[in-house]
């Protein structure tokens, strides 16, 4: 079973409004921890946000949160007011149990950002 | 300067040839993994390495070989290359206790 699942192949979005990156998980650890990263068309993986499973509030990295739902193992990335250097890659991961354990990916979204 | 250090960045060979794709990081960080990333699946795990000596097989073992004599490098063998291990293919670092990653900046690598 796909432990991590991104069912938005790609999306579009216009530039200055809100946009959400939907992402699901399955694990039956209790530790665990989220993460979403970002591949601009150069190619390197930029870390975003992280989001552990003991956290009690939603995570927030400056225009990105995350959306955590644990009862429906749900960890939706939001990106307020899109600009145009936010069309890019990015991916949903997992990590269960100890900090420095692998990471699983998701297949992506694709984002485009309109002007 | 401080990071990953992976190398070559682009490469072509031919199918049934061995090749190496290297990766060094400075931190001395304990675990170092090797991804392979291809369009609609995603970063997929190769091999990782908890530690100099210690390595284990990810989810896309087959064909591919690890090493990991000093903490510092993680080399990826491909030994005897075939077309579907077209691919980027990226290295990364973690910490126990510590919750990032980082991540090179990726080979490109083209089996034809």
């Known amino acids: 079973a796909q432990k991590i699942t991104q069912t938005q192949p790609g999306m579009f979005v216009q530039e200055k409004e809100a946009v959400t990156l939907d992402c699901t998980y399955d694990t039956s650890d209790p530790s665990y921890g989220l993460f979403w990263y970002k591949q601009p068309s150069s190619g390197e993986m930029i870390f975003l946000i992280y989001?552990?499973?003991?956290?009690?509030q939603n995570a927030t990295e400056g225009r990105y949160s995350l959306n955590f739902q644990k009862a429906r193992k749900s960890a939706n990335l939001v990106i307020s007011a899109s600009q145009l250097g936010d069309s890019a890659m990015y991916f949903c991961?997992?990590?269960?149990?100890?900090?420095?354990?692998?990471?699983?990916f998701g297949a992506g979204t694709i984002l485009r950002v309109k002007s | 300067d401080a990071g990953i250090t992976q190398s070559p960045r682009y490469k072509i060979t031919e199918t049934g040839r061995q090749v190496t794709l290297m990766c060094h990081q400075t931190?001395?960080?304990?675990?170092m993994f090797w991804y392979r990333q291809d369009l609609g699946h995603g970063l997929r795990l190769i091999y990782y390495?908890?530690?100099?000596?210690?390595?284990d097989k990810g989810e896309v073992p087959d064909g591919y070989v690890v090493s990991r004599s000093k903490t510092e490098n993680f080399p990826l063998t491909l030994e005897s290359a075939t077309r579907s291990q077209t691919s980027v293919y990226f290295c990364?670092?973690?910490?126990?206790?510590?919750?990032?990653?980082?991540f090179g900046s990726g080979t490109r690598l083209t089996v034809v």
């Open positions: 931190w001395s960080h304990s675990y």
């Open positions: 990364a670092s973690s910490e126990a206790g510590r919750f990032g990653y980082t």
């Open positions: 390495s908890a530690a100099a000596d210690i390595t």
């Open positions: 989001q552990g499973s003991y956290d009690q």
């Open positions: 991961a997992m990590r269960e149990g100890g900090y420095g354990n692998k990471l699983v």
